[in-house]
């Protein structure tokens, strides 16, 4: 018969997995009789019964040594059920009266972290490390934590919720969905509360044996609102009403006198496979799986799981792949390398057996254990852990499962609130490939008290993903007067091809609400109003992360209220073109000049009524007669150029302004020699009289302009209007000045910044902002980090000379061989290495 046992370890959750071994062991001659009976009890995992024996058996130990012992062994009981805060006391007393094993100063840290006291905490590791300097856990034990204080810090889109209408004051834990196939409100799940089979007092933890109940909603406590594509939007579980739980079987073939535990249908929701623990008088069995399925109304009898032909191999937690290829269960057996361990095995049809499991290795198993395995169809392992760093108690940790149904890729730790200093586990979500609800069980904050006891019990608590959603919303502007365009159109079209449109009310103001704009779109807009040039501008709403939202809890969701403003050109004012720029004395058109024209074709087909005089300015020089013929040649010039492209001469007019209206610079002017002149000055021939020879030349070539101004907005074209792509004058204006094309932006980080606010600040989405940043693979913000921020920039010259590290370790040295240059000139080129370590990311110039 084998020694060691999963029994109670398959339900209760402890802190830690440590090896203590005891200064006085029991049985010693030596020991009074009263403390090994307590030693006994304690040993045999009767943790209930122990704590009051070892609290009798202190009056009778002699000396410190026997004293703290068993202020440390009741610590240890207090730690096994869970009693967080009697546990961290007597670990403080073990160690104030000298227990010599520096692990009871770890093992009080981890009491006050899984109580969320992180900052006493800390200061106990730095005990520990003093105390045990060789150890690396006590730096484990301190970065986890302060891992722990950042993530309760930071926003989540998950919401977790007790299910009080499941819970009660014993255990309830470990939920699968039960019912058909497609049905998603049927609850199994375990629980030691009085109405179980099993009538004997459990001795770890004086409650009654567990059994599987079972529970359905029964409605909706709130419906979810509409989205835009006409669904109703998502609820938590926490939000349903859900029956009475009752026992899943109380004949006995499946529920029995001995504990029954964590289950698992298969695919077809045929054969329910489930851990029971058998306990016989002054024997202890162990745990297996056992399988049954429902015949009729009734459970047929259950029958044991043989696994690797191990017939007394001590397993529980099953879990299936959703294609029930693979088989998941943990196991003390099969060579494990720590406490509990998680194992894969594979179904043999021919021999109608279950193979030799394999262990999931070093990602997954630790020397602590590793519990509550769950394959969810986006192909992740979704499991618990004691032995991983995390915030406190048994955290949820996920891995990617590859086709050989081993782990592939890093561990993630899920953040919080999923996880919680408490100890968190059995994490489901609702079947398929979506991660936007399920469950888990924590004794977390918020959780029942056990009977007659001040520490929380194990309860179900749903987990809700809450919805992030978008208004994008704003006023439309008279560019001239800052003043409201009541009832402007407005037309939002997005890349998932949906389209709406609304109408600006009195003051201007216009709205999309939540159920027209979606998440993960792009977004153009259109305004336009009668007498005005239309408008165009572009949101997104990809690329946000939660701490830009707003939560509101009336309404259960997470919103981003997107403002943009948009000021629309009135018609009666002139638009200077940049570029359309003449030699003294000439009317040709160079390539710069045809280019800043096809900007007008641009606003012409997408403004379809309006018609335009096209104006040639001169400057002073030659005769007032002369300037007049040469500017009219220009806007001639000019027009024809404009019929070329397509546009009808009805819509154009030709007009030589001659030298009688000079420039005047205008606010916040950045065309040709703005740098030169401020706002409002006028460009007479007196005034650049007075200038130098060189402002001079400027001044007049400012003046030797083109412009167009709308002379009407109610043009018809033959066969009738269309509807145009809207698109913005002054957009499009700036784009032919900047035309040229000049080297992409860098942006350097002056402070902590996220990659996700930095790709909004610019316009991208996150993949082409990773994909222009060669990926960042392991690359974190830092301080003096540049990065490439314009999508379409140029960025071949700052490629041709610089250098991106890609991994850690790499110093100077490495790199200029890596280039062949010297060191010492890196460190000229490179001022910056002063103040910024090499790290991934980092550019490095050498040329």
Not at 518 to 547: A, P, Q, R, W
Request: one cysteine or more.
């Amino acid at each position: 018969m084998r020694n060691s046992r999963l029994v109670l370890a398959i339900f209760l959750i402890s802190s830690l997995s440590f090896s203590v071994q005891a200064q006085d062991p029991p049985g010693d001659p030596k020991l009074p009789k009263e403390i090994q009976e307590a030693y006994e009890a304690f040993d045999a995992e009767e943790y209930y019964y122990a704590i009051e024996l070892l609290k009798d058996a202190y009056n009778e130990a002699k000396g410190r040594d026997q004293k703290s012992e068993v202020l440390f062994k009741t610590a240890e009981a207090y730690r096994m059920m869970n009693e967080y805060r009697d546990a961290e006391q007597f670990y403080n007393k073990a160690i104030k009266v000298g227990y010599k094993d520096p692990v009871a100063i770890l093992l009080r840290g981890d009491m006050l972290k899984a109580q969320g006291e992180y900052e006493e905490a800390i200061e106990v590791y730095q005990e520990y490390k003093k105390a045990n300097p060789t150890d690396p856990q006590g730096d484990i034990a301190i970065e986890s934590t302060r891992r722990a204080i950042a993530q309760k810090d930071r926003p989540s889109q998950y919401q977790v919720d007790n299910m009080k209408e499941i819970n009660s004051r014993a255990m309830d834990f470990a939920v699968m969905y039960g019912g058909d196939r497609r049905e998603t409100d049927v609850l199994y799940f375990v629980s030691s509360r009085e109405e179980s089979i099993g009538n004997d007092e459990d001795g770890w933890t004086g409650e009654p044996f567990m059994d599987l109940y079972k529970t359905q909603a029964e409605r909706k406590s709130r419906r979810g609102r509409r989205r835009g594509n006409d669904e109703e939007e998502e609820v938590s579980y926490a939000d349903l009403k859900w029956s009475t739980p009752t026992l899943l079987d109380e004949e006995e073939f499946l529920n029995s006198e001995h504990h029954e535990g964590t289950a698992v249908f298969d695919s077809r929701k045929k054969e329910l496979y489930f851990t029971r623990c058998i306990a016989e008088k002054d024997q202890e069995l162990g745990c297996g799986i056992y399988k049954t399925e429902m015949v009729g109304q009734s459970w047929k009898e259950a029958e044991r799981v043989i696994v690797g032909g191990d017939t007394m191999a001590n397993i529980g937690d099953p879990a299936f792949s959703p294609d029930d290829k693979y088989f998941y269960f943990v196991s003390d057996d099969f060579n494990s390398r720590g406490k509990h361990d998680i194992f894969v095995t594979t179904y043999d049809r021919r021999s109608k057996t279950w193979k030799t499991p394999q262990n999931l290795g070093t990602v997954v198993n630790t020397p602590g254990s590793e519990r509550f395995p769950v394959i969810h169809g986006d192909g992740y392992l979704y499991f618990a852990s004691d032995g991983h760093p995390g915030m406190g108690g048994l955290d949820i940790y996920k891995v990617k499962l590859g086709e050989d149904g081993l782990p592939e890729g890093e561990l993630i730790h899920m953040e919080y609130p999923i996880n919680s200093s408490a100890d968190d586990f059995a994490l489901v979500w609702e079947p398929g490939n979506e991660t936007k609800k399920g469950f888990l069980s924590s004794n977390r904050d918020g959780a029942q008290k056990r009977s007659g006891s001040s520490e929380n019990s194990d309860d179900i608590w749903s987990v809700y993903r809450t919805p992030l959603v978008f208004n994008i919303e704003g006023v439309v502007l008279d560019s001239e007067e800052k003043t409201p365009i009541p009832e402007a159109t407005v037309t939002m079209d997005g890349s998932d091809g949906s389209s709406v449109t609304v109408t600006a009310d009195e003051n201007g103001y216009y709205i999309f609400d939540d159920t027209k704009v979606m998440e993960n779109v792009n977004y153009k807009l259109s305004f336009s109003k009668k007498k005005y040039l239309s408008g165009t501008g572009d949101v997104t709403t990809i690329g946000f992360e939660i701490d830009a939202f707003e939560y509101v809890p009336s309404a259960g969701y997470f919103i981003k209220r997107i403002q943009f403003n948009k000021e629309l050109d009135p018609i009666k004012k002139p638009i200077v073109l940049p570029n359309v720029l003449f030699a003294l004395a000439s009317w040709d058109l160079n390539a710069q000049s045809m280019s800043s024209l096809d900007t007008v074709v641009e606003i012409l087909n997408n403004n379809p009524n309006i018609t335009i005089s096209m104006r040639s300015h001169t400057d002073y020089r030659g005769t007032v007669k002369s300037n007049e013929i040469l500017s009219g040649h220009r806007a001639d010039t000019c027009v024809s150029y404009l019929i070329s492209k397509g546009i009808n001469p009805k819509r154009l007019t030709a007009q030589g302004m001659g030298e009688g209206e000079p420039f005047v610079i205008p606010k916040n002017y950045k065309g040709f020699g703005h740098e030169h002149f401020t706002e409002g000055t006028e460009l007479t021939e007196r005034y650049i009289n007075t200038l130098s020879p060189e402002k001079q030349e400027i001044a007049n070539q400012i003046n030797r302009r083109t412009d167009f101004k709308v002379l009407s907005d109610d043009f018809v074209p033959e066969g009738g209007e269309e509807t145009p792509e809207g698109v913005d004058p002054r957009d499009v204006i700036e784009a032919a000045r900047d035309a040229e094309d000049e080297p992409g932006e860098i942006y350097t980080l002056s402070k902590r910044e996220s990659f996700g606010a930095i790709a909004r600040k610019y316009n991208m989405n996150m993949r082409d902002f990773k994909a222009l940043n060669g990926g960042l693979r392991g690359v974190r913000p830092f301080v003096g980090l540049q990065l490439k921020v314009e999508a379409e920039g140029n960025y071949e010259e700052w490629d041709a000379t610089h250098y991106q590290v890609q991994r850690r370790g790499e110093d100077l040295k490495d790199i200029a061989k890596k280039l062949d240059v010297d060191e010492d000139k890196l460190e000229e080129l490179n001022p910056q290495l002063e103040e910024v370590d090499i790290q991934p990311g980092l550019w490095i110039r050498y040329k």
